[in-house]
C-alpha cells in the first residue's frame, strides 16, 4: 500500500511511518473496526507506535492530522506531562527531604502539566474559532500531541544530561522542553490553519499574544500552587 501523501511504500496502519499522513481512508473497508465496537488495546498500541515514530522522523507532518489523531495527542500530553512529573519527584526524592509525598509532588503535577497542555491546545482552537478556520479542538489537541514529540525528545535528552552531571545544560535542554511546547506549538498550528490574512477577523500576531497570556497565567497559577508546596519542605530542613 502506497501512502497518498509522500508514496511511501507502507504496511498496513493507521498512519505513514514516513510523513505522519493519516491512512484510515486509503485502508478498505474490511479493514476498519466494527462500528461501536472500540479498538483493542494492542491495535491502539501499533497505532501508537506508528504516530509516535512518524512524528519523531518528520515533526512537521503534525500539520496534517485530523480528529482522528485525537487519542494519539492526547496519550501524547500525557507521557509528557508524566515524565516530567516522575523527574521532579525523583529529584525531590534526596537525603536533604524528607517524606516526600507522592500525590503531592507527582500526582498533582502530572495533572497540573497534563491540564496545561489541554488549556493551550483549547485556547490555539480558541484562536482558530474565532478566524473561522476550518478545525475542531479534537483538531487542535492531535496536532498539539504531534508537535509535542520533538518537544518531548529535548527534554529526555535534558534529563539525559543530568545524569552525566551537565546540570546546566540539563536546566536548558528541560526549559526548552517544557517552555517551547507550550509556547512554540500554538504558533505552528496557527500559522498552518489560519484562513488568508482577507478572511481573518483577528490578526495572527494578536491571536498569538491572547494566547501566551492565558499560558503565562495558567503556568504562574500552577507554578505557585507547587512553590507552596515546596516552601513549607525546605523549612522543615
Known sequence: MKCPNCGQEVDEGLFCFNCGNSLKDVMG?????????????????????????????????????NDEGFVHGIITMGLFALITSLFMFISLNHPMFRNVPFFQFFVMPFLGF??????????????????????????????????????????????????MQLNTLSVIAGLIGTLGALFVIPAFILKEQLPEEPDRSIDFIYLLFGIYALSFLVLGLTMRVYMQLLIPMFMGL
Do not use: C, R
Open 29 to 65: 473497508e474490511d479493514d476498519d473496526q466494527p462500528t461501536g465496537n472500540p479498538p483493542s488495546s494492542e491495535t491502539l498500541k501499533t497505532s501508537y507506535g506508528q504516530f509516535f515514530l512518524a512524528h519523531v522522523k518528520q515533526p512537521s507532518s503534525a500539520k496534517m492530522l
Open 114 to 163: 497534563f491540564a496545561m497542555q489541554l488549556v493551550v491546545a483549547g485556547a490555539t482552537f480558541g484562536g482558530l474559532y474565532i478566524s473561522k478556520a476550518d478545525a475542531s479542538f479534537k483538531t487542535a489537541a492531535a496536532q498539539f500531541g504531534g508537535y509535542v514529540i520533538p518537544f518531548l525528545l529535548i527534554y529526555l535528552f535534558g534529563l539525559l544530561l543530568g545524569m
